[in-house]
């Protein structure tokens, strides 16, 4: 439209003259407006305007008069055959579009028949859906009865395998299958006890006897293999199968089984060890490596232990078979009496010939400090079986004990014997005064025998118990055999002695346990006969020195009797010669010691005994000066009697 107009512009229609005497117009002329309105038009926003431009530029390329004269009929022409194509084109698609309504119509007939046809079908098969529905339904009850069903028995009942594994045959071999088979009829006959609640009571009970009577079945058969498994473990050394204590675990719930498998296993392994006893008493280990225990019954004190250690080690060995065999049974408590129980029985057999031969070696009296030895081995190796296997080795520990209690009460015989022997036959003292030989022989045994005591591994107090009994044994007949020996001398040959004994029992004590109280009596004796023999020295002092009489007269003298001076012998001139002779003393008191001093074994106690009877002798000269320079005496001249002082005296001394 927009071209057809602009062909307009272009060639316009001639225009109409005047009305002849009128004047024309400016608003009315036609070449007027159209000027105006082409003048008015905006090119730049007219959109149309540029796009009817653009698709005149595409086929009006000459400007010329002839041209835009033939413009409009070149639209019109231009516009006709586009119609043209137009029509063309849409009678296409007219006919297209009656070609889909004819197959629509098509199809919408065949729907209808095909409707037509369904529905009669439908009315025709009403009846089959309707049993379909129900047959489905059905199958769906159906299905889930079945698996209802396949749990129940899952649940419930063993599988053909489970159920041969447990009524296998008796050649057949118990494995770690069979325990849980075992274990499935257990929590099945667990489990039924729900169905009992419920309204299926009579499957609960059926299924409850069924299992009952497969779990006895099973425990019968698990009992007959472990009897036969226990009945091969008769070797030395055994291993304890995962499978045999798995089936002690099992059997735990049945306790008459489980008990006799362990009688049965304790039988087994008592034979095993009275055995492999009498195999290393009499044919030692393999390769004679060690040698056989009777090749040293020269020896006791090794024949005893090597059999004690035999059975140290064989009765912890035998506890650790048991440990392994029960570690998994979890009976409260009992366990571990049934450990005991079993390994003493096991023991029992070695008793009678352990006991024969110790018997043997005691009965022999090996001598005293064997026979403690032996005392203290069986104490000892008493001590630790027990610890090992507390008290229920009963009959064994029973046994060491009746033998320890022998070889100790031999041993304490052959003690009294001894002392018995030295009260029979008493020694006379050795001119020396040193210990007589019965008791350095006695002393001897006692050190021996306290050595051995101090070396043994028993327990503390029994130790000192058995100390004080030795010590009472020994030292009380020693002592009597001393105090009957030296009977019959003087005093100063008695305490010295006496002196040497007591000091030879001390030094021999001392260097053991337990001997405190003894040693405390002993010193108590020494010091006893020591006082003797310092008072026999001063008196030998005195004696010689000239001033016993002296001495003896100031201390018997009394107010009463008048002057010290006009006593007989105690004049000035008296005086004078006996502190004349006292002076040769001071000058070399080692002079005047007793002989026996020099027969006293320790050098300390000569020391002591001098240098007390040194402060005796001193103590009597300060009496004699006091009464000397006392006025009531009546000595003239008193210094020139006693030229010395006290402190004098006791500096030389000194």
């Not at 009499?282 to 040698?291: D, N």
């Not at 300060?622 to 402190?647: F, W």
């Amino acid at each position: 439209g927009t071209a057809l107009a602009m062909a307009d512009t272009a060639a316009p229609p001639p225009l109409a003259a005047p009305a002849p005497g009128l004047p024309a117009a400016p608003g009315s002329n036609p070449l007027s407006r159209k000027l105006n309105k082409i003048l008015e038009t905006r090119l730049d926003n007219g959109k149309e305007m540029l796009e009817a431009l653009k698709a005149l530029s595409t086929f009006f390329v000459e400007n010329s008069l002839r041209t835009r004269r033939n413009l409009r009929g070149d639209i019109e022409r231009r516009s006709l055959a586009i119609n043209e194509e137009f029509v063309h084109i849409f009678k296409q698609v007219k006919e297209e579009l009656e070609s889909i309504n004819e197959d629509v119509q098509a199809m919408s007939s065949c729907c209808e028949d095909m409707s037509s046809r369904l529905k009669a079908a439908k009315e025709q098969t009403q009846d089959l859906i309707v049993k379909t529905t129900k047959l489905q339904a059905e199958n769906q009850r159906l299905e889930m009865k079945a698996q209802v069903a396949d749990t129940f028995i899952a649940k419930f009942q063993l599988t053909p395998d489970e159920m041969n594994l447990l009524r296998g045959t008796k050649d057949e071999p118990i494995t770690e299958d069979f325990f849980k088979a075992l274990g499935r009829v257990k929590q099945i006959h667990d489990d039924v006890k729900i169905l009992l609640r419920t309204n299926q009571q009579r499957a609960g009970l059926e299924i409850m006897e069924q299992m009952a009577l497969l779990q006895e079945t099973s425990y019968e058969r698990l009992y007959r293999w472990t009897q036969n498994e226990c009945r091969t473990l008769t070797q030395e050394s055994c291993d304890i199968s995962p499978v045999l204590a798995q089936a002690m675990e099992a059997l735990q719930d049945r306790p008459v089984l489980y008990k006799y498998t362990l009688d049965e296993f304790g039988t087994a392994r008592r034979s095993a060890v009275v055995r492999g006893f009498i195999d290393a008493l009499t044919r030692g280990g393999l390769g004679g490596t060690p040698r056989p225990i009777e090749m040293h019954s020269h020896d006791p004190l090794r024949y005893v232990g090597d059999m004690l250690a035999w059975l140290h080690q064989a009765t912890a060995s035998e506890k650790e078979h048991l440990e392994a065999m029960l570690k998994l049974v979890t009976i409260q408590g009992s366990v571990e009496e049934n450990i005991q129980e079993v390994v003493g029985h096991i023991t029992e057999g070695v008793c009678r010939p352990l006991k024969v031969r110790i018997e043997q070696v005691i009965v022999a009296e090996p001598g005293a400090v064997l026979l403690y030895k032996i005392s203290n081995l069986l104490k000892f190796y008493h001590h630790t079986i027990s610890g090992i296997v507390g008290n229920s080795a009963a009959t064994l520990l029973t046994t060491i004990e009746e033998m320890h209690l022998l070889s100790k009460k031999i041993f304490f015989n052959s003690l009294s014997l001894h002392a018995s022997k030295l009260m029979d036959k008493v020694e006379l003292p050795p001119p020396d005064l040193g210990p007589s030989s019965a008791l350095n022989q006695t002393l001897n045994l006692l050190r021996e025998v306290l050595a051995s005591h101090d070396s043994s591994v028993v327990p503390l107090d029994a130790r000192q118990a058995d100390f004080v009994q030795v010590l009472s044994c020994v030292l009380d007949p020693l002592l009597q055999m001393c105090t009957m020996s030296a009977s019959n001398l003087g005093t100063a040959d008695m305490a010295t002695f006496m002196v040497n004994s007591l000091y030879m029992m001390k030094t021999t004590l001392a260097l053991f346990e337990f001997t405190d109280k003894r040693l405390e009596m002993l010193q108590f004796q020494i010091e006893a006969h020591l006082d003797t023999l310092i008072n026999e020295q001063a008196s030998y002092v005195l004696t010689r020195a000239g001033l016993s009489y002296i001495y003896n007269s100031v201390q018997q003298h009394k107010p009463e009797q008048g002057p010290l001076s006009n006593l007989p012998s105690m004049d000035s001139v008296s005086l004078k010669v006996a502190m004349a002779q006292f002076d040769r003393y001071l000058s070399a008191p080692d002079s005047l010691l007793m002989s026996q001093l020099n027969f006293l074994l320790s050098a300390t106690v000569k020391e002591q005994i001098i240098k007390q009877s040194t402060e005796l002798v001193c103590r009597a000269y300060s009496e004699l000066y006091a009464a000397v320079m006392d006025p009531s005496n009546e000595y003239k001249d008193p210094e020139t009697i006693l030229h010395r002082s006290p402190h004098q005296v006791q500096a030389l001394l000194s």
